[in-house]
């Protein structure tokens, strides 16, 4: 048995390339606070079961916490098999827990009983995030998006991907806007454990792209409850900026867009969260605006606020390039800003 267990255990970098589906048997709280993204959650045992084997484990040995675990998965293995059987068909799955130990091994043994030439990954998840966590720390092309708030930062990366360039779409990762309106009429935010995972891919596929650059938005280092790790949000501190420019009528028009239809309760607790910051004044004309359905004015009354935020923050950067592109289109920009030289087409 350990022979055939040694044959289909396989190192991180090993198992990064195989296609097979991947199978994460952790049980579904430790998959809910993060997980290598695309994996499945076949959870070996709820959470109430690995606790109950845990605790076995600590107060009578390991022998016991053995049987405890063969009693609460013998009769779960034929719908566990079931769920296998569901997989068979392409490459064979690539199966992790926590430490590539013994959930893993069973679930593997499994799979083998039906003949599906399961890959384990050796050192589980662990291996997973030290591999994410490694890549933070290596020097990467980036460049900064900068602009005031409303400018349509995102929309511009967005348009820039599809004409192929390279980006870190750091707030749809985020599942949030980066401001104390971000997460309006957005899913639920991933863990910081599992953005950081999310992370990892987005940049490991542009290193295997070889990307001469790849475009960030300026972004604090928060991105609502998601933090950017570290040793990538240093090199964002230091990268050249491109500062993108629109008329304030635009920027209204482009916040109204993207937050008129929120709700006027939604917005107005929103504007309450930051209302030490906004002072006395631009509160009561924000939240009165939101009153009356005023969207425009209700924006005009924060945008003081968030532009001085954001001009602090460029004014310590010394890398630092403008472009206007009031009266355009997020294509039309991305268009223009190739044409000019000021983004580096991958030829």
């Known amino acids: 048995m350990s022979g055939m267990e040694e044959a289909r255990s396989i190192p991180i970098g090993a198992m990064r390339r195989l296609q097979g589906p991947l199978v994460d048997v952790r049980s579904p709280s430790e998959f809910a606070r993060g997980h290598w993204p695309g994996a499945v959650n076949l959870p070996l045992f709820s959470d109430d079961e690995r606790a109950a084997v845990g605790t076995c484990y600590k107060q009578k040995g390991r022998g016991a916490a053995v049987h405890l675990g063969l009693n609460l998965t013998g009769p779960k293995l034929g719908w566990l098999a079931d769920q296998l059987e569901q997989l068979r068909g392409g490459d064979p799955p690539r199966i992790y ?48 998006m900068g602009g005031r708030t409303g400018t349509g930062k995102t ?48 940049l490991d596929r542009q290193r295997l792209k070889e990307a001469p650059e790849i475009w960030v938005e300026a972004e604090s280092i928060q991105v609502g409850c998601c933090r950017i790790p570290k040793g990538l949000f240093d090199q964002m501190k230091t990268a050249p900026v491109l500062e993108i420019h629109r008329s ?3 920027r209204v028009q482009q916040l109204v867009g993207v937050y008129g239809h929120q709700g006027a309760e939604a917005l107005a607790e929103a504007t309450r969260r930051i209302s030490r910051r906004l002072g006395p004044q631009r509160t009561k004309e924000a939240l009165d605006a939101i009153g009356r359905g005023d969207w425009a004015t209700a924006c005009r009354a924060t945008l003081d606020y968030y532009d001085h935020c954001y001009d602090r923050e460029m004014a310590r950067t010394s890398k630092r390039q403008s472009v206007d592109l009031s009266g355009t289109t997020a294509a039309a920009a991305a268009e223009r800003l190739i044409c000019h030289g000021l983004i580096v087409v991958d030829d």
């Not at 083998?112 to 589980?124: A, R, Y």
């Open 97 to 144: 827990c926590w430490r590539g130990g013994m959930r893993s091994a069973s679930i593997g043994w499994l799979a083998e009983q039906i003949d599906l030439n399961p890959k384990i990954l050796q050192g589980g998840y662990k291996a997973y995030r030290r591999w994410a966590q490694a890549l933070f720390d290596l020097t990467w092309p980036l460049r900064l």
């Open 155 to 202: 929309d511009l990366l967005l348009a820039l991907e599809r004409r192929g360039i390279a980006i870190l779409d750091l707030e749809g990762m985020a599942n949030h806007r980066g401001s104390s309106f971000g997460g309006l009429g957005l899913p639920a935010q991933p863990t910081t454990e599992h953005y950081e995972n999310k992370l990892a891919e987005a």
């Open 248 to 250: 304030l009528d635009e």
